[in-house]
């Protein structure tokens, strides 16, 4: 079964509006963390924001936040005010057994290309 | 400045050659990791390590193998290449626990097998 499901192969966003990439997950570790990371055309990796399961807010980084819905397994991110710089494949990503240290493993999803117009 | 460093940006190798890609992180990191990312199947675990000599499977380790003799280095080894192996390679490290700790990545290597 998918650790984590990302439905929307591509969205596209005009300028300066604000869209949710969606990301559910599957884990039955009380203790996990998820990440949302971008990839521009470059190919690059770049970590945006960070949520962790026991965290009692959404986490918010700037233009970005994480609308968290633990019984509902979900972890969609948010970008407000859109810009064309944000036109990139974004992927969502968890980190499981966060408070037992050990190794952990790192599973993604498999992406949503975000695509924003003028 | 923290940095993951992969030794090829790009390869080229002929099918059945012995490959070896190679991985190497500043930042004192106990686990690595090794994707593959293939268009519309996203980042995809092939091994990680979380120690010196350690080593766990991920979701694609056949055809694989990895070799940890030191922390900072982490290395993807193709026993021998073949075409569905054709990718871009993506090494990563970041802390043991420490949930909120987000993992470094290299500039990849993109891999052709011919």
């Known amino acids: 079964a998918q650790k984590i499901t990302q439905t929307q192969p591509g969205m596209f966003v005009q300028e300066k509006e604000a869209v949710t990439l969606d990301c559910t997950y599957d884990?039955?570790?009380?203790?996990?963390?998820l990440f949302w990371y971008k990839q521009p055309s470059s190919g690059e990796m770049i970590f945006l924001i960070y949520?962790?399961?026991?965290?009692?807010q959404n986490a918010t980084e700037g233009r970005y936040s994480l609308n968290f819905q633990k019984a509902r397994k979900s972890a969609n991110l948010v970008i407000s005010a859109s810009q064309l710089g944000d036109s990139a494949m974004y992927f969502c990503?968890?980190?499981?057994?966060?408070?037992?240290?050990?190794?952990?493993?790192?599973?993604f999803g498999t992406g949503t290309q975000l695509k924003v117009e003028l | 400045d923290v940095k993951v460093t992969q030794s090829s940006r790009y390869l080229v190798k002929r099918t059945g050659e012995k490959v070896f890609l190679e991985c190497v992180q500043d930042?004192?990191?106990?686990?690595m990791f090794w994707y593959r990312q293939d268009p519309g199947l996203g980042l995809r675990l092939i091994y990680f390590?979380?120690?010196?000599?350690?080593?766990e499977k991920g979701d694609i380790p056949e055809g694989y193998s990895v070799s940890r003799e030191k922390k900072e280095r982490f290395s993807l080894i193709l026993e021998s290449a073949s075409t569905n192996q054709t990718s871009m390679y993506l090494c990563?490290?970041?802390?043991?626990?420490?949930?909120?700790?987000?993992?470094?990545f290299g500039q990849g290597t993109r891999l052709t097998v011919v």
């Open positions: 990503a968890m980190r499981e057994g966060i408070l037992t240290g050990g190794g952990n493993k790192l599973t």
């Open positions: 884990t039955s570790d009380p203790s996990y963390g």
């Open positions: 949520q962790g399961s026991y965290d009692q």
């Open positions: 930042m004192d990191h106990e686990n």
């Open positions: 390590s979380y120690d010196v000599k350690m080593k």
């Open positions: 990563a490290s970041n802390i043991i626990g420490g949930g909120g700790t987000e993992a470094f």
